[in-house]
């Protein structure tokens, strides 16, 4: 059987967003956002002010693609008095909200930076750090977050009789999460939380998996009128 473990929704604001751009810049080296404007200038990008255009810096970080769209998000609100994020504004500001809640457990800056630099990474860490945010609510005290392969673990300083693990597993599946469901089922000691893009057609097939503790998260991004928001579930699979 499954249930749902949380959901948690996230609009930003523009301080918000101004806020999560100074932090994301406080990590990153002096020099990376200014190397990515000035590739940038040689894209579709510079001249689509508020379009789209990941298809056309695929060799682009995308930390950068965030910020530099999260700027132009900026600027508007500022010039017109009206602030409506986008996409990568409210992903940009996600992401740098949980950084500053979290920061005392994350690792150092320099291999935060690494983490953000790197687009596979970067994707877990903005899945896993609003599990991290919402356990320490539960006043759980997530602490030594590591990469770990496909993923991070991180453990909890003190588990409670309604989550006793000690140490959480975070995989991103994406799309087929069967080859990390059979690692998850092969003993991983710990809960495990493991983030598809969307929910299985059939989640009582993840039942199968003999595991205590197994999370499924996904995160869904919807317009609403004071712009983009993000929502995010997690279910959880008892054997």
Same mark, same amino acid.
């Given at each position: #059987?499954?249930?749902?473990?949380?959901?948690?929704?996230?609009?930003? %604001?523009?301080?918000?967003?101004?806020? @999560?751009?100074?932090? $994301?810049?406080?990590? #990153?080296?002096?020099?990376?956002? /200014?190397? =990515?404007?000035?590739?940038?200038?040689?894209?579709?990008?510079?001249?689509?002010?508020?379009?789209?255009?990941?298809?056309?810096?695929? *060799?682009?970080?995308?930390? +950068?693609?965030?910020?530099?769209?999260?700027?132009?998000?900026?600027?508007?609100?500022?010039?017109?008095?009206?602030?409506?994020?986008?996409? @990568?504004?409210?992903? @940009?500001?996600?992401?740098?909200?949980?950084?500053? /809640?979290?920061? !005392?457990?994350?690792? !150092? %800056?320099?291999?935060?930076?690494?983490?953000?630099? *790197?687009?596979?990474?970067?994707?877990? $860490?903005?899945?896993?750090?609003?599990? #991290?945010?919402?356990?320490? *609510?539960?006043?759980?005290? !997530?602490?030594?977050?590591?990469? %770990?392969?496909?993923?991070?673990?991180?453990?909890? =300083? *003190?588990?409670?009789?309604?989550?006793?693990?000690?140490?959480?597993?975070?995989?991103? +599946?994406?799309?087929? !999460?069967?080859?990390?469901?059979?690692?998850? @089922?092969?003993?991983?000691?710990?809960?495990?939380?493991?983030? &598809?893009?969307?929910?299985?057609? /059939?989640?009582?097939?993840?039942?199968?998996? +003999?595991?205590?503790? $197994?999370?499924?998260?996904? =995160?869904? &991004?919807?317009?609403?009128?004071?712009? #983009?928001?993000?929502?995010?579930?997690?279910?959880?699979?008892?054997?």
């Amino acid at each position: #059987m499954h249930k749902e473990f949380y959901r948690l929704s996230f609009i930003a %604001d523009l301080q918000l967003t101004k806020s @999560a751009l100074m932090t $994301l810049e406080e990590i #990153m080296s002096p020099t990376f956002f /200014q190397q =990515a404007i000035d590739r940038l200038k040689e894209t579709s990008l510079a001249d689509a002010f508020g379009r789209d255009c990941r298809e056309d810096i695929k *060799n682009i970080p995308l930390l +950068a693609y965030w910020w530099y769209k999260a700027q132009e998000d900026t600027v508007f609100a500022d010039l017109s008095g009206h602030y409506y994020p986008g996409e @990568a504004a409210a992903l @940009a500001s996600e992401l740098g909200f949980h950084i500053r /809640q979290l920061r !005392p457990q994350l690792p !150092p %800056d320099s291999d935060l930076a690494g983490f953000l630099g *790197n687009d596979r990474s970067l994707l877990g $860490l903005s899945h896993i750090l609003p599990i #991290m945010y919402y356990l320490q *609510n539960l006043g759980l005290v !997530p602490q030594e977050l590591v990469p %770990d392969q496909e993923g991070f673990r991180f453990t909890l =300083a *003190n588990p409670k009789d309604d989550f006793p693990f000690s140490r959480i597993w975070f995989f991103y +599946a994406a799309e087929d !999460p069967t080859p990390l469901l059979k690692k998850v @089922a092969n003993g991983v000691d710990g809960a495990v939380f493991l983030q &598809l893009n969307s929910p299985p057609a /059939q989640l009582c097939e993840l039942t199968q998996i +003999a595991r205590p503790g $197994l999370y499924i998260t996904t =995160a869904n &991004l919807a317009r609403t009128q004071r712009g #983009m928001s993000i929502e995010r579930q997690a279910y959880r699979f008892d054997v």
